[in-house]
Nanobody, 123 residues
Framework: QVQLVESGGGLVQAGGSLRLSCSTS????????VGWFRQVPGNEREFVAA????????AYADSVKGRFTISSDNAKNAVLLQMNSLQPEDTAFYYC????????????????WGQGTQVTVSS
């Protein structure tokens, strides 16, 4: 099992950048896929990006493709989400999640979730 801890959220102006980090305080990511999801109050949680630690595969939502990059930090056993060209519509609570297995996009298969971190983009 893993216990997830997110960091890196905050307030940024439109066009700016933030980097989120997801690390585990227990266990390692070696056999997991790690994903980022986001949620706005009143809306469903949606897939943002995911990374397969064992295969190195990545997946992105169309809305963030070309602006966000997900990667691993092997030294820190963490998964990073670099978010560039942020827009007000990216404002949401961002959650890190982990799952065993190979699928990346389907939220229902993610068994482990962090507490989340707020990202706010001002116009």
């Amino acid at each position: 099992q893993v216990q997830l801890v997110e960091s890196g959220g905050g307030l940024v102006q439109a066009g700016g950048s933030l980097r989120l980090s997801c690390s585990t305080s227990r266990g390692t990511f070696s056999r997991y896929a790690v994903g980022w999801f986001r949620q706005v109050p009143g809306n469903e949680r949606e897939f943002v990006a995911a990374f397969s630690w064992s295969g190195g595969n990545t997946a992105y939502a169309d809305s963030v493709k070309g602006r966000f990059t997900i990667s691993s930090d092997n030294a820190k056993n963490a998964v990073l989400l670099q978010m560039n060209s942020l827009q007000p519509e990216d404002t949401a609570f961002y959650y890190c999640a982990a799952r065993e297995g190979v699928g990346l996009r389907a939220m229902r298969w993610y068994a482990y979730w962090g507490q989340g971190t707020q990202v706010t983009v001002s116009s």
